[in-house]
């Protein structure tokens, strides 16, 4: 740390100090630490200096200053990102930029049903007002207790209830953003049309903070549902998850909320390792399904939907067992055996990990193709499949043979990613469905990307940060 | 028209006609004429050379051309557009490239839900494969039968179905574009989730062929509604509209597939001057909607929700009077008295249009406000208000006095102009909600629109089409 710290020089952090003051410049090894290491500890970064700044003013100065300086700037929203996009690098001349002091919720519009909100606002936090003001804020993730907004939007994250209401970059109106230079982008409008100009929002989400830092936005709200169904499917093959999500599409529309596939061995893992895990189904199945539905309405028609596509399915033999939480209690179960997947996991040692979509149509071509390839370059080692189908998102993760070694298992992680995304490419999928690129993804998207897009980026980038300084060696 | 055919060197026209073949390169006066004017007549330009390339390795090739060359190329799709966008300057040395005969629907597919389309295809045609193959693509305007779907995204049409189903940008999944250069951009991607990168899809679609040239797309497809109901309502104020359209939201979600406001004056003006239009209520009143409802489940359902909200809209005395189509003939009827507003606006004399959009809760505020601000720089213009309420945006048209000059009112147009974007600027609007900025509002963006964000709009320019010669005078 020592050495990293001599990077930047005194005077100028001195200056950068006297921006946030005294108090919210960490600068002592331990005050840092938590901002250098991301949760899974793929990646280490250094940094002389944490900058929490309290209003976007500051957020405007410090990148004033960055800009004169040439002062690489790393923003930071809850630090949870899977991808190392928040993570500064080893070099030790990069500034962490917190968002965590500006967590104000500007503004609730119950008639126009939207919420003007802060870059630091924890997601729970949004989730929980927007409940108090009998409104739905629907984003939601595993992180959701630590992770803030302005990650979630710079990462245009994903999750559980992308089906029916998007995902972050469809659920937000209008950023405010502050730019390289210090320049403050407002345009935090609560309009659902407006055709002036190129689309700059959608620039600014999911580029992880690398064209500019996201300090506030305008999402939108919806009428919480009136009644929620959950019930738990078992199925004889993907084929028939794809029949059954195309019955339940048609009769539910858009009370269709989540449609989740689990395999096998996701299951069976979460019923060995995962502690206080209740098994949802007596009989034993190749695939399983978690599907829920929110009716607008009532309950009871929430209630009507379910047994009717469920009925459906099971004459139709698409399933060939299902259960239907008869409780809150018992609905937040079934969640929480779908959520403690990754976890369970965890237990039958190293894995190497995806986050890939395909249309919807190619998710069992997908599957069996890339149990294949995975077979063919790791014998013995074993798919672990599970993810949002409804979105044509699967996380689809590799754990070691099962009588293998960690070490040597990993050591092959870049030839299973190979393999599993060159199915991916073949059915003309993504390799980052809802994590971004970061520092995980970077060198393989522009060595696998059409240079045309790349090429492209890149000139976005130079456009927007010409010095090279916002979040640099992160997407592009 | 001979002065301007000079502009292009002889030998410079015959390298692009050789690129589509002569048949496909119009040349003589009375061919390319229907190409130079808009169907308002607000603008005309000059131009000596229209092609009618029939692949994208043929616009590949004429785009190349055109940037060895320096030659300024204006894309068109149907010349429905509102704003200029698609109409070459004055000076006679813009080539058109019409996408006409890009228009093969290259695939349906329907487990995806999924169409992949050229940009020449005609929307009708587009609306009407769809439902050919029991699907909806929901995109619905005036200009249907002769608009194309190249257009359509280039200018990131609205409609009448944007409620429910959002505007072209929130159609479309992916994008094909032939860059100022000749590169191709091959995005045609099926993928609800993909976060591999910059957003480039969202910045060429309303970018209104300035950065690139859409070539094909891929648009989602949607269930057919099982059940559809159209209700013409009466309402004693604009507040009054406000809250219905709150009731409706909330007891139908996704259902509520329209909700267009309509003022007394258009409601009059159409059963003064449509031919064959019916009266939709007997008695009168300061305000009507006409409001949709589609049910992906049933026939009954839609007709037992449509008679539900109205019902609590009667009780609660914020509707007047109500009237549901008895029959399709019947909804069709409703539908045409709100297509034939503008044609009927007509014969009250010139008019002074607006296509602005503001947030819902603010809309009655709006209204008041600008008819108050007209009335003051235009005193006994009247104010023709209507528009899709549901989406925050109205065409707020202004008839000349009843007793005014036509050239004397409309040399007014600026003035009036600036008075109501002015109330819009102060509501966080927008001056252009879906019609775009092409040439009509240009100037206006650049003058009224925050520095920052302009400044952004010309790097993007810059960095996409650094020679200029992507539809110049356009947008930005």
């Known amino acids: 740390m020592a050495d990293a710290a001599l990077s930047l020089d005194p005077g100028l952090v001195q200056r950068f100090v006297e921006i946030v003051g005294d108090r919210h410049a960490l600068r002592a090894a331990e005050d840092i630490a938590p901002y250098l290491a991301e949760p899974r500890g793929l990646w280490h970064g250094h940094s002389p200096l944490v900058l929490r700044p309290g209003s976007v003013e500051e957020v405007s100065r410090i990148m004033g200053l960055a800009t ?164 738990f499917v078992g199925l004889p093959s993907a084929e028939a998850a794809l029949s059954l999500f195309g019955l339940a599409s048609d009769r539910a529309g858009g009370a269709l909320t989540a449609f989740e596939l689990i395999g096998r061995r996701p299951y069976d893992y979460t019923l060995l390792h995962a502690a206080g895990a209740v098994r949802p189904l007596t009989s034993d199945w190749n695939w399983y399904v978690l599907m829920e539905i929110s009716s607008g309405r009532s309950a009871e028609d929430a209630r009507g939907l379910i047994e009717d596509i469920l009925g459906a399915a099971l004459e139709a033999e698409l399933a060939g067992d299902a259960v239907i939480a008869a409780s809150l209690g018992q609905a937040e179960a079934l969640w929480n055996f779908r959520e403690v997947l990754p976890e369970a996991q965890k237990a039958e040692g190293a894995s190497i990990k995806h986050d890939i979509s395909v249309p919807i149509a190619s998710i069992p071509t997908f599957i069996e193709e890339a149990d294949a390839a995975v077979e063919l370059v790791s014998p013995g080692a074993r798919p672990v499949c599970f993810g949002h189908m409804g979105d044509g998102n699967l996380h689809y993760n590799i754990s070691r043979p099962a009588d293998g070694d960690d070490a040597a298992f990993l050591a092959q992680y870049r030839i299973v990613n190979d393999a599993v995304h060159k199915v991916v490419r073949g059915l003309h999928g993504s390799i980052s469905a809802e994590h971004g690129i970061g520092q995980l993804k970077r060198d393989e998207l522009i060595a696998t990307a059409p240079p045309v897009a790349i090429d492209l980026m890149r000139r976005v980038k130079a456009a927007f940060d010409p010095a090279g300084i916002m979040n640099p060696g992160k997407v592009i």
């Open 68 to 231: 004169e300086t040439r002062t690489p700037v790393v923003p930071q929203g809850g630090n949870t990102g899977l991808v190392g996009a928040q993570v500064p690098d080893e070099g030790g001349g990069q500034v962490v930029l917190s968002l965590s002091r500006l967590n104000r919720i500007r503004e609730i519009d119950l008639l126009s049903n939207t919420v003007t909100v802060e870059a630091g606002v924890i997601l729970q936090t949004l989730q929980e007002a927007a409940a108090n003001a009998d409104r739905l804020f629907p984003l939601s993730l595993a992180a959701q207790g630590s992770c803030q907004i302005g990650g979630n939007l710079s990462s245009n994250a994903g999750g559980t209830n992308v089906l029916a209401y998007g995902n972050a970059r469809d659920l937000c109106l209008g950023v405010e953003v502050v730019l390289p230079t210090g320049e403050v982008f407002d345009d935090l409008r609560k309009l659902k049309k407006d055709n002036t100009g190129y689309d700059l929002k959608n620039l600014f989400i999911g580029a992880e903070g690398t064209l500019g830092i996201i300090t506030a936005a305008v999402l939108k709200l919806f009428p919480k549902p009136k009644g929620r169904e959950v019930a």
